[in-house]
Nanobody
Framework: QVQLVESGGGLVQAGGSLRLSCAAS????????MGWFRQAPGKEREFVAA????????AYRVSVKGRFTISRDNAKNTVFLQMNNLKPEDTAVYYC???????????????????WGQGTQVTVSS
């Protein structure tokens, strides 16, 4: 059973930074694409970023490109989301996501994931 545990959320002023972490267990971490999604109140969950198995390829939603960076440490079974220059519209619950075997970054961009973390709240004040 895959388990994903996020941490690092909080309250920050606009222009500030936060770093989210997601610790994964239950399967060979380095063999799978990983990603981050978010859900704001009253809105659907949306793709934020994804990273390939080795970390060599990444993808971002347009609104966060240049501000957010996804990375991973396969030795520690952890994926990160560094968020800089945060904006009030980034306020949401952020979820770590792990797809099923054979999935690609494109799969995650389409919003498909097999496993989800419990979520961590990010609130950006103006």
């Amino acid at each position: 059973q895959v388990q994903l545990v996020e941490s690092g959320g909080g309250l920050v002023q606009a222009g500030g930074s936060l770093r989210l972490s997601c610790a994964a267990s239950g399967r060979t971490f380095s063999s799978y694409v990983m990603g981050w999604f978010r859900q704001a109140p009253g809105k659907e969950r949306e793709f934020v970023a994804a990273i390939s198995e080795s970390g060599g390829s990444t993808a971002y939603r347009v609104s966060v490109k240049g501000r957010f960076t996804i990375s991973r440490d396969n030795a520690k079974n952890t994926v990160f989301l560094q968020m800089n220059n945060l904006k009030p519209e980034d306020t949401a619950v952020y979820y770590c996501a792990a797809p099923s075997a054979g999935s690609t970054i494109a799969t995650m961009v389409r919003g498909v994931s097999a496993y989800w973390g419990q979520g961590t709240q990010v609130t950006v004040s103006s």
